[in-house]
C-alpha cells in the first residue's frame, strides 16, 4: 500500500483518541474550576478527590461490594464454566450444540429482558436485595464470554497430556493441578478477568435486581451523571479505572506466583 | 475432578461395562450445573418475561390469557418511532464502528507489527466500561465541553450556545460517539487478529501468481475476512439494539429507544404497565434472535462460496 504519511495519520489518530479521553478525564479530576473558554481548569484542587474518595463513607462501601460481588461473580462463573467448557471442547455427545447455544444466547438476547425476566423469580425466592441474588444476574452476563474462551482452549489443548498422566500412574488430584489447571490457565486468567470486568461495569442488574440495597460504584456514579456533576463522576470513573487494572494487575500476580514454571509463561 | 469416577474403578481392567456407560454420560455430568443454572435463570427469565407480556402479572387485576398487551403496545403512535430510532442507532454505531475498524486493521497490517505499548493503548476503550465512556463524550463533546472550547479557540463560535448539541441530541450523536469509543478498538482488535493469520497464509501466493496489492485487497483478504466482519457486526449490533444505559443517560428527552421504554413501563406503580413493558421486552429479543439467525444463514452462504471458488 502506498501513502505511508496517510496510513501514519490514521493510526496515530486512531491511537491519540483511544487514550487523549482518559488523560482528560485524570484531569478532570484535579480541577476546582473550570470556567468556559479555557482549555484547561482554572483552578487545580484536591477537592473532590478528596471528599469523593476519602469523606464519603458510601465510596468505601460501594468499592468493597462492587469487589466482593465481582469476586464472587467471576468464582461462580468458572466453577460452571470450566467442566462445560471442557465437554463442549473435547467431546462429541448429542445436544452439544444446544449447549452450546444456550450459553452464548445472553449475548444475543436484551440484557434488560433477562433482568426484568428474572425479577420476579428472584423476589420469589428471596434474593432480591442480597448480594447473592445480584451475583447470580451477573453470572448469567459473564457466562457467555467465559465459556467461549475457555471451549477455545479446551479445543487448543486436547485431552492428551491428562491421559498420559494418568497412563504414568497420577492421581486425579494430581492431574488437576500438575496437569489440566497449568495447561489451561491461560484461558482461565482471561476468562476471569473477563467476568470480573462484566461483573464490575453493571449498573442496571445491579439496580433493579439489589433494590437500592445493594450500592456498587457505578450505582454511585448515575445520578452524578444525572446531575451534571462531571467532576464527581470523573473521580468515580477514575476509581473505577483503578479498581479493574489493580484487580487484574493482583489475578495475573496470583497466577504468576503459583504457576512459575508453566509453559506458556514464557512464551 | 471428574477423570476417573468411581464407576470406572470398579469396573477395573475391563473398562467396557460401565467404563463406557461414564463415557457416554461424562459430558452430559460435566454440563449439568452450567445448564441447570442457566435452565433456572436465563429460561425461566425468557419464560418469565412472555407470561407477563400476555397479561399473567402476579399482584396485576386481571390474569387472564391475552394478547391486549401486544394490540395496545403496537398501535401506540410513538411505538414506530422508537423502534426506528433503536434500528437507526444500532445501525449507525454498527456500521461507522466496523468500517472504521476494518479500516485501521488494513492500516495496522500495511505498517507492520506494532510495538506493545501501542497495541495495549488501542485497546484500552474495551475495558472502559460505557458509564465511564458516557462521562468522557459528555466532557468533551457537551455545549461546554472541550471541544466547544477548541471551537472558541479557533474562532469557529463566540458563544457555548452556538456549539452544536452533540449530547442529549435527537440524532443520538452523543450515544453513537460513546460506541464508536468501545466498538472501534473492538473491531479492529478482532480483524485485525484474522487479517494476520489470512494474510500470512495468501500473501505471497497472491502475489506469485500475479495478483497486485488491490487484487490482494478485495480479491482475496476481504471475502476471507468477511465472516470475521459479520461477526462482530452481529455481536455489537445485538448490543447496541437492546442496549439501555447508553440511550437513558445520554439520549434525547424527545423520545426513547425500545429498552429505555420498557424500563419505563415497568417503573410505573401500576402494575398492569409490566404486561406492556414485557410485550416490549418479547419485540426486541425476537429482533434481536432474528438478526442472529439471519447471520448464521449469511454465514454459511458465504462459506459455501468461499469454498466453492478454492475448488
Known sequence: MRFPRLRAIIFYSFLFATSAPVLSLVVLTVSAAWRYPSLLPTVFSWRYLVSVLAQDRRTAEALINSTLIAALTTALTLLLAVPAAKALGLYQFRGRQAVKLLVLLPLMVPGITVTMGMHLTLIHLGLAGSIAGVVVVHTVFTLPYATRVLINVFELVGEKYEKQAAMLGASPRMILTDVTLPMIMPGLLSAAIMSFIVSFSQYITTFFIGGGRILTVPLLLVPHLQSGEIQVAAVYSLLFIMSTLASIALMEGIVRKFYKGAYFLQT | ?311
Request: hydrophobic fraction near 50%; aromatic fraction near 12%.
Open chain 2, 1 to 311: 475432578m471428574q477423570e476417573k469416577s468411581p464407576l470406572l474403578k470398579s469396573c477395573g481392567k475391563n473398562t467396557s461395562c460401565a467404563g463406557r456407560l461414564y463415557a457416554t454420560w461424562r459430558p452430559y455430568i460435566l454440563v449439568a450445573p452450567l445448564v441447570t443454572f442457566m435452565g433456572l435463570t436465563f429460561v425461566l427469565a425468557l419464560g418469565s418475561a412472555v407470561l407477563q407480556s400476555l397479561g399473567f402479572v402476579p399482584g396485576a387485576a386481571a390474569n387472564v390469557l391475552t394478547l391486549r398487551f401486544y394490540r395496545e403496545v403496537l398501535l401506540e403512535s410513538d411505538f414506530l418511532t422508537s423502534l426506528s430510532y433503536t434500528i437507526y442507532i444500532a445501525l449507525v454505531a454498527t456500521l461507522l464502528s466496523n468500517l472504521l475498524g476494518v479500516m485501521v486493521a488494513f492500516v495496522m497490517l500495511s505498517m507492520g507489527q506494532r510495538p506493545k505499548w501501542q497495541r495495549l493503548l488501542y485497546q484500552v476503550p474495551i475495558v472502559i466500561p460505557h458509564l465511564v465512556v458516557i462521562v468522557l463524550v459528555f466532557h468533551l463533546f457537551s455545549q461546554t465541553g472541550v471541544a466547544s472550547r477548541l471551537a472558541y479557540w479557533l474562532g469557529c463560535i463566540t458563544h457555548p450556545n452556538q456549539f452544536p448539541l452533540l449530547v442529549f441530541d435527537r440524532l443520538g450523536i452523543g450515544i453513537v460517539l460513546v460506541y464508536l469509543y468501545k466498538q472501534v478498538p473492538f473491531a479492529t482488535m478482532i480483524v485485525a487478529g484474522t487479517l494476520e493469520n489470512i494474510s500470512a497464509r495468501f500473501k505471497e501466493v497472491a502475489y506469485n501468481l500475479g495478483a497486485g496489492r488491490l487484487q490482494l485487497c478485495t480479491q482475496i483478504l476481504l471475502p476471507l475476512l468477511m465472516p470475521t466482519i459479520l461477526s462482530v457486526f452481529l455481536i455489537t449490533f445485538a448490543f447496541t439494539f437492546g442496549a439501555f444505559e447508553v440511550p437513558f443517560l445520554i439520549g434525547t428527552p424527545a423520545w426513547n429507544t425500545l429498552p429505555v421504554k420498557a424500563f419505563f413501563y415497568y417503573m410505573r406503580p401500576d402494575l398492569t404497565y409490566r404486561a406492556s413493558s414485557m410485550v416490549i421486552n418479547v419485540l426486541i429479543t425476537v429482533i434481536s434472535l432474528g438478526f442472529a439467525i439471519a447471520y448464521g444463514h449469511i454465514l454459511a452462504l458465504i462459506q459455501r462460496q468461499t469454498e466453492g471458488g478454492e475448488r
